[in-house]
Structure formats: structure tokens, C-alpha cells
């Protein structure tokens, strides 16, 4: 287990170094971040402001080191300055910290407590109404285009209906779980949840029918043990497993969607911070902000891999 | 010109420019059908072959392709993605290309394990004994084996490369502008969703219905041809 453990963390280091040479290396493709400085239709930088940059950015350096530079940097939590407003990035990706987590959490618990038990019901009451029901709004969420749910739902709910309003995160002054602040988050929470909650709700329903098909389930009715009691002492501990080692993986596949769900709401987290800094070309946001996303993807498929060798000492370790 | 309300003309309505919604979904069409089947079909036959190498020869190679998988997938997808596709530039090849670079993992690790499970069936060794080469025993012998798993994989993961394509089409990275695109309609579209509805409402409503459409042919597929592939 433990060496299993220390195998999975050094590959999980790896891979990580390994993204963040790849989109080191792209962005540095993308063109010479120096012309961005020099504003289209203006006068230009003179020779001297060049130079002054180039070195205070590193630029006249070989890639390697210029790479190796900002590793080091990045290892002691220094994340170098923006392109375009010369501010920290870490200061920056600070501050869009919070309102991303925000919403992933958010969104995670609303997967969980709308894919679990509805997957449940499902299972139990195979071919009912209560089963399609679920199972639509399965295949929905997971054929749906999420900025096609935002946009559907900002038209339902903030145009025509005016339940909720939209733009922005709320106000700052208020914490988040008053209403005056939690109604933000309303729906790009709903439009974020939608897809994990329809993978979660399939899966469950799969492995729900899977044990309750089981002989011990059918002995322990035969015993004449009260239905719900079998169903969420014997049934559902036994199938919860794949599910909830699933759930992790769900949370990173947040890091996606938040980033669609971000632009079109005008939720100002690291989602947005990412794809203004591809529309820029500034190379330290986007090499910092994908490292983040990619850490948080690489940490929460690692801690599945845990939570699975925890859950169920059957599996084997090579 | 303006938007104008459904009509017998019209039927889906137009866009802000004036511009049928209908015929711009059929134009849309050909061009998703294109990138998805072209970055499918490319994805599924670099998958396939390298599984069933690495299946086959096991060894370093494929201890090496096996990490280069994992680390594939423990990656955020879409956003390497926009990063490629922002270097490399917009166009139609590139987003067959990086649609391909997200199919190859899954189709590589299922057909290995297939690989791997018929390789050590007496059909093979006894070819082997027969005197037949390595790469006549790959593709007279194993990959008629494999296709059924192939095609249910190519099948239900299409509906995951249109989402994909829908998402970077919508965040302005997908299909490049002259051609018409679903996303990019629902993007170009939101701003007048208070005056002009059916304009977002109706390309999300096909890009939806057609990825459940291969979702539901993927099922179908996978029971028809193998009921033990129920977990995929």
C-alpha cells in the first residue's frame, strides 16, 4: 500500500512538471512577448526599454534556463509579475481563488445530493416514473452544452422569470451565505453540477442494480428484513463504493467547465483569469494558472487513487 | 437588418444579421460531421494501433506508453487544448488534430487489455507455431478481435469530441469563422438572448440532441454487440 502510495505521488510530480514544460514551451511559441508591450498603431519601444525588459523578464536567456528560472520561482510560491497590468500573479490568483472554490464546492455537494440519492431511487424503483424522470435528467446533463444550460438558464431565470440576478459574483460586503450574496450562485452552481450529478446518477444506478441483484440481498429479504433497511444497509454501503472513488475525478473535471461557466456568468475566479490571459498572450497568468488547475486535477486523482485503496482493500497494489 | 421571429419563411427564425437559423444549423452540420468523424476516426486508428503494440510486445514499451496514458489522462484536457490551439493558430486541422489528441487515451487502454487477454488464447499460438509473423498474428489474428471494442468506444465517445468541439467553438477556438459552427452561433447570439431567444435556443438544442443521439447508439452498440461491456 504504501509503496503503491509513493509510486502514484512521484508519477503525480512527474506528469505535473511535465505539463507545465509543454505549455511553458507552447506559450513561448505563441510569438515574442515583448511586442505585446509595444501598443498597436503607438511609437514603439526604444532600443534601451527593450533591453531594460528583456532582462528584467529574462527573455535574453536560452528557454531552459529561462524555464528553470521560473520553476524555481514557482517552487518558492513566486509566480513572477503579469504582462499587462505588471501585478503579482500569485496576488491575482489569489483573489480569484476564492470565488472558484466557491463554486466548485458548491457545485460538488449539489452533484453529490442530486446524483446520489436520485440514482438510488432509480435503481430501487426500476421502471417507474421516478426512474425516467432520473434517468432524463441523467441523459440531459450529460448531453447538454454547458454554456448552452447558462445561457437557458440566465434566460429562464434572470430575463423572463427575474428569480435571480447575474453578472457578477455579488456583493463583497455581505458573506456568502446570506441570500443577498448566495443567489449569485444559484445558477452557475446548478449549470456546473449538472454534468458531474448526471455521471454520478448513472453510476450509482448501475452499481445500485448490480447489488441488488445479489444473493445476499434477495436472502436478506427472504429473512424478511424491512425493505429499507436492506436497501441502505446492505445495498447502498456496498454501492456507494464506485461512486464516491468516482466523485473525486468529478470534482477535477470542475476545472473545465468552471471555465466556460465562469466567462459567461462574470464570475471573476481563476477560470476567467485563465482564458483572459490566453486572449493576451501573457505568459506568466496562463503557465501559473494552468499549473494551479493542473495540480488541482493531478492532487484530486491521486487522493481517488487513495480513497479507493482505503475503501476497498481487495484491490491490488502493482 | 434584424432579427426576425419564426416564420413561415423563417422557421427557426434569424440571427442578428439576418440570417436563417435553420440553414445555418444544416451548413453547421457538415462541418461538426467532418471534425468529429475525421478526429474520432484519426484518434481511434493512433489508439488503436499503439494498444495493440504495446498489448502485444509488453515490456518497456509498454510500461512507457502505459505512464504516458495515465499522465494523459490526469490532465485538464480542455485546457491544453486552448493553449495549442492559441500557439498553433485557428483552423480546421488543428482542431481535428487536438479532438484527436483527446480520443487516442481511452481507445489505447481497452484495446490493450483486449490485446493482452487474446494473445494467450491457443488460436494465437498455435498461428505462431504455424509459423506466422508477428505483425500477421496483430492483424489476422487479434485486431478482428478487438473492432467490436473499438467501435463502441468510437461510438460513445463521440458525443464527448462534439461537447469538447461545441465548448472551444463557443469560447472562439474551434471552427474558424467563414464556416458556420453551433457554439460559435450560441456565442455570437447570447448577447440578445432578452430580444432574440430561438437564435441560442435552437443550435443548443441539435448540439444536445445529437450527442444523445451517439450516447444512445453507443449504448445500444455495447449491449448489441458484448452485454459483458455493460461497465463502460
Redesign the interface.
Given at each position: 500500500m504504501r509503496r503503491y502510495l509513493i509510486r502514484k505521488l512521484i508519477f503525480a510530480i512527474i506528469t505535473l512538471l511535465a505539463a507545465t514544460m509543454f505549455v511553458f514551451g507552447l506559450s513561448r511559441m505563441a510569438g515574442d512577448p515583448l511586442l505585446l508591450f509595444a501598443k498597436p498603431g503607438g511609437y514603439g519601444m526604444s532600443p534601451e526599454r527593450v533591453e531594460q525588459l528583456s532582462q528584467k523578464l529574462g527573455l535574453d536567456k536560452p528557454l531552459v534556463v529561462q524555464y528553470l528560472v521560473w520553476l524555481g520561482r514557482v517552487l518558492t510560491g513566486d509566480f513572477g509579475d503579469t504582462i499587462v497590468s505588471e501585478t503579482s500573479v500569485r496576488k491575482l490568483i489569489w483573489e480569484r481563488a476564492a470565488p472558484t472554490m466557491q463554486l466548485a464546492v458548491a457545485s460538488f455537494i449539489l452533484a453529490i445530493l442530486m446524483g446520489v440519492p436520485l440514482g438510488v431511487i432509480s435503481a430501487v424503483k426500476r421502471g417507474s416514473l421516478s426512474d425516467y424522470v432520473s434517468r432524463t435528467i441523467a441523459l440531459v446533463g450529460q448531453a447538454a452544452p454547458i454554456f448552452w444550460v447558462c445561457i437557458m438558464a440566465i434566460l429562464l431565470f434572470a430575463v423572463t422569470l427575474d428569480w435571480l440576478p447575474v453578472g457578477t459574483a455579488g456583493p463583497d460586503d455581505v458573506p456568502f451565505w446570506t441570500w443577498a450574496k448566495f443567489k449569485y450562485l444559484v445558477m452557475p452552481a446548478f449549470a456546473l453540477g449538472w454534468g458531474p450529478a448526471a455521471a454520478l446518477l448513472r453510476l450509482t444506478r448501475s452499481a445500485m442494480l448490480e447489488v441488488l441483484d445479489s444473493e445476499y440481498v434477495t436472502l436478506a429479504r427472504a429473512k424478511g428484513t424491512n425493505y429499507k433497511i436492506v436497501i441502505w444497509k446492505h445495498a447502498f454501503r456496498n454501492a456507494i463504493l464506485q461512486p464516491l472513488t468516482t466523485s473525486a475525478i468529478v470534482l477535477a473535471s470542475f476545472v473545465t467547465g468552471a471555465v466556460v461557466v465562469e466567462r459567461i456568468f462574470a464570475w471573476p475566479g481563476v477560470g476567467q483569469l485563465m482564458t483572459d490571459a490566453v486572449w493576451n498572450n501573457d505568459f506568466p497568468t496562463l503557465t501559473s494558472t494552468v499549473l494551479v488547475f493542473t495540480a488541482i486535477f493531478v492532487a484530486t486523482n491521486f487522493l481517488a487513487d487513495m480513497l479507493y485503496g482505503v475503501l476497498n482493500p481487495v484491490i491490488r497494489y502493482d | 437588418m434584424d432579427h426576425e421571429d419564426a416564420s413561415i419563411s423563417y422557421v427557426l427564425g434569424t440571427d442578428a444579421l439576418g440570417r436563417d437559423i435553420l440553414s445555418k444549423i444544416i451548413a453547421g452540420a457538415r462541418v461538426t460531421v467532418l471534425v468529429v468523424v475525421a478526429a474520432v476516426g484519426t484518434g481511434i486508428i493512433v489508439g488503436t494501433t499503439i494498444g495493440l503494440v504495446s498489448g502485444f510486445f509488453g515490456g518497456i514499451v509498454d510500461d512507457v506508453v502505459m505512464?504516458i496514458v495515465?499522465?494523459w489522462n490526469?490532465?485538464?484536457?480542455?485546457?491544453?487544448i486552448?493553449?495549442?490551439v492559441?500557439?498553433l493558430g485557428q483552423g480546421l486541422w488543428t482542431l481535428i488534430g487536438v479532438l484527436a489528441m483527446i480520443s487516442w487515451p481511452g481507445a489505447v487502454r481497452l484495446v490493450r487489455a483486449e490485446t493482452l487477454s487474446l494473445k494467450s488464447r491457443e488460436y494465437v499460438s498455435l498461428a505462431r507455431v504455424a509459423g506466422a509473423s508477428n505483425t500477421r498474428i496483430m492483424i489476422r489474428h487479434i485486431l478482428p478481435g478487438v473492432v467490436n471494442i473499438v467501435i463502441v468506444t468510437a461510438t460513445l465517445g463521440t458525443?464527448n469530441i462534439i461537447?469538447t468541439e461545441?465548448?472551444l467553438s463557443?469560447?472562439g477556438a474551434g471552427i474558424p469563422p467563414p464556416e458556420p459552427s453551433w457554439?460559435r452561433m450560441?456565442?455570437e447570439e447570447?448577447q440578445y438572448?432578452?430580444a432574440a431567444?430561438w437564435t441560442?435556443?435552437f443550435?443548443?438544442l441539435v448540439?444536445?440532441?445529437v450527442?444523445?443521439s451517439g450516447?444512445f447508439l453507443g449504448d445500444w452498440f455495447r449491449d448489441r454487440v458484448d452485454p459483458t461491456l455493460?461497465?463502460l
Open positions: - | 505512464r495515465d499522465a490526469i490532465l485538464p484536457g480542455l485546457l491544453i486552448l493553449v495549442v492559441l500557439v458525443g461537447l461545441a465548448a463557443f469560447l457554439g450560441i456565442s447570447r438572448i432578452d431567444w441560442s435556443l443550435p443548443g448540439i444536445a440532441m450527442v444523445m450516447n455493460r461497465q
